[in-house]
Nanobody
């Protein structure tokens, strides 16, 4: 059984930093898409950062230069380092993994496994 468990969310002031972690267990699809998504109240879930099969990282324009996605295979953990946080980054953040796609990692519909989410709140 695949499980993804996020942690690291919290409340910070604008300009602050947070590091989200996602511990993955039971997932044997090495080289498939993994990523972070977020969903703010009343809005659709959107992609934030992704790792594709060759290790290339992809970012939403709104977070480029501020967020960094990384993966520690030895610890089975996916990270999202978030710096220079803005109030508009406030959302529930989810990590996700695919068993169907290695390259098309931006499509939320291609992700099969999801964590429960961790709340990030940024105050001005």
């Amino acid at each position: 059984q695949v499980q993804l468990v996020e942690s690291g969310g919290g409340s910070v002031q604008a300009g602050g930093s947070l590091r989200l972690s996602c511990v993955v267990s039971g997932y044997t699809y090495a080289g498939f898409c993994m990523g972070w998504f977020r969903q703010a109240p009343g809005k659709e879930r959107e992609g934030v950062a992704h790792i594709i099969t060759d290790g290339t990282t992809l970012y939403a324009d709104s977070v480029k230069g501020r967020f960094t996605i990384s993966k520690d295979n030895a610890k089975n953990t996916l990270y999202l380092q978030m710096n220079s946080l803005k109030p508009e980054d406030t959302a529930l953040y989810y990590c996700a993994a695919s068993r169907r796609s290695r390259w098309n990692c931006l499509d939320v519909r291609l992700y099969d496994y999801w964590g429960q989410g961790t709340q990030v709140t940024v105050s001005s």
